[in-house]
């Protein structure tokens, strides 16, 4: 006798709020007409990144016609955005598409466990006055990024005790820090410092950049006039299309020029640094000891971080840390950086699936046994996608593009009456895997054993080109004899850990 399926609760569970959930829910709520959805969301508004960095100057850094969704394309009129008229867009397009009732504000998902006798997974929520909620879903989305919301990178310094003022982490920024006539030094050379240093520095501050290696940087105006002039002459979604299309394709082609000719690519930024700096410029402080796009390029909108470094109010010091005293930072080498305000822009903490606790049937997931499929799902485990964008692109592609491929999933269960879709990876896959990372960022390196495995085989693999990725997902059939469409829950063949033996 076949076994009755009930309904759960709801067709799709999306965690998080931010552009990758909002992302998706849009695609559902267009695409899948019907299904039942609901974005969960533990902070109090929505936007993730967006609504928890606030610190100064806080910014894009892709440009908006690529950052912002490709079926709700940027008006605005910088092209690099702050973070509150990101906010707005995005509050925007929830309203555009009437996802408002869908958000589940508050609600903190702790567990979620694939029950596959019932189909579906259940999870356990925390709402906003601490009580326990249980809830089912039949699809499960991962849109909740990929570094920790409760904890930074916040690697301990000798003497931090004995600083006689703040120190600060840029992702829980005191509203109240009024640096005006003080001293701050700002520890890191990423993106958050380059975009910290010029914002300090406009209110009032003298600031420091102390790095332990140097960055690439690229200036770029904060205005598309290109963009402007064709949104005045041409229809405003054609215009909006030849932008995008125009942005995505140079910058596929700056980066994959910047790893064939490292050499040249970085030639070039220097001269480019060297120009903008004038006397300021120090070849040592702007030469990384890596090449162009092995790890994020820094974008300077209109070079403000080098304006703020040519007109004396910020400089940048190259040296490591020896201790930290009441007055200041003291480096290895003996030289004294005094200070008022210690900033420690110092990365991100990697974590994965928003720390929610996964299992199936009762025994416990681990992420890093299981290998990518087709850039969102994930070897024997039914009905679940993740989010994870580029590292080389705006964030906002890859988002697109998985909502994409999980609307055709969904449309296509529905058409079948299936209820399970399974990318099935037996003992015997044969694959050669391939972890090495794209970049060397910190943060991905230090939470490297924590992220699901790659090989060499694209459909078993997370990759970062997204034209081809693009490519290959329209192009490529759903019933590629991988994923596996079930009408009744089906044990999976004994494999769920199938590739933990093979060492990264």
């Given amino acids: 006798m076949a076994m009755t399926i ?35 969301e533990r902070r109090a508004s929505l936007g993730g990144t967006w609504d928890l960095f606030r610190y100064p100057g806080v910014r894009s850094d892709s440009d908006m016609h690529t950052l912002g969704f490709g079926f709700a394309p940027w008006r605005g009129a910088d092209a690099i955005a702050d973070g509150a008229a990101i906010r707005d867009y995005l509050n925007e397009t929830v309203s555009l598409f009437d996802l408002d009732r869908h958000i589940r504000r508050n609600t903190r998902v702790t567990a979620a466990d694939w029950d596959s006798a019932a189909a579906c997974w259940r999870l356990v929520l925390i709402d906003a006055a601490g009580a326990e909620q249980r809830l089912t879903a039949r699809f499960l989305v991962l849109a909740s990024g990929y570094y920790d919301h409760d904890a930074a990178h916040d690697p301990p310094l000798a003497g931090e005790q004995d600083f006689a003022g703040p120190i600060v982490l840029p992702q829980f920024w005191p509203q109240d820090l009024d640096v005006a006539g003080r001293q701050v030094v700002v520890i890191g050379s990423g993106a958050t410092a380059a975009t910290l240093v010029p914002a300090l520095a406009q209110r009032g501050a003298q600031v420091t ?12 105006p904060r205005q598309d006039r290109l963009a402007q002039l064709l949104h005045r002459v041409l229809p405003a979604r054609l215009a909006a299309r030849l932008v995008r299309a125009r942005n995505i394709r140079l910058g596929a082609w700056f980066y994959n020029r910047a790893r064939r000719a490292p050499d040249k690519v970085g030639a070039w930024l220097k001269r480019r640094a ?47 840390i020896a201790r930290i005293e009441a007055g200041g930072v003291v480096l290895a080498d003996g030289q004294r950086l005094p200070a008022d305000v210690i900033v420690k822009a110092t990365g991100l903490k990697l974590a994965v699936a928003g720390k929610i606790a996964l299992s199936r049937d009762g025994v416990a997931v681990n992420l890093a046994d299981h290998v990518n499929y087709k850039d969102c799902m994930l070897s024997n485990l039914p009905n679940l996608v993740q989010v994870f964008g580029y590292l080389n692109a705006s964030w906002t592609l890859r988002a697109d593009l998985v909502a994409t491929f999980t609307t055709r999933v969904l449309a296509h269960m529905a058409r079948t009456g299936t209820h399970v879709a399974t990318p099935v990876l ?14 060397s960022s910190g943060y991905l390196l230090r939470g490297q054993a924590m992220l699901p495995r790659s090989s060499t085989d694209r459909r078993w693999r997370l990759n970062h080109d997204y034209l081809a990725d693009r490519a290959f997902l329209a192009k490529d059939p759903l019933e590629d004899g991988v994923l596996r469409f079930d009408r009744a829950p089906q044990p999976l063949a004994p494999a769920p850990d199938c590739v933990i033996d093979t060492p990264r």
Avoid: K
């Fill in 209 to 220: 950049m102390l790095q332990r290696t140097p960055t690439w940087f690229i200036a770029s």
């Fill in 6 to 40: 009930h309904a759960p609760d709801l067709d799709v569970a999306i965690i998080g709020a931010g552009i990758s959930g909002i992302s998706m829910a849009a695609h559902i709520a267009r695409d899948c007409p019907g299904h039942r959805f609901a974005l969960l």
């Fill in 426 to 439: 037996g003992a015997d896959h044969g694959l050669e895997m391939d972890d090495t990372p794209a970049f």
């Fill in 274 to 320: 060297a120009r903008a700096l004038g006397p300021a410029w120090n070849e040592a402080a702007f030469t990384p000891p890596y090449g162009p796009w092995q790890q994020r390029l820094c974008l300077v909108p209109d070079g403000d971080l080098f304006a703020a470094i040519r007109a004396g109010q910020a400089r940048v010091v190259t040296g490591h």
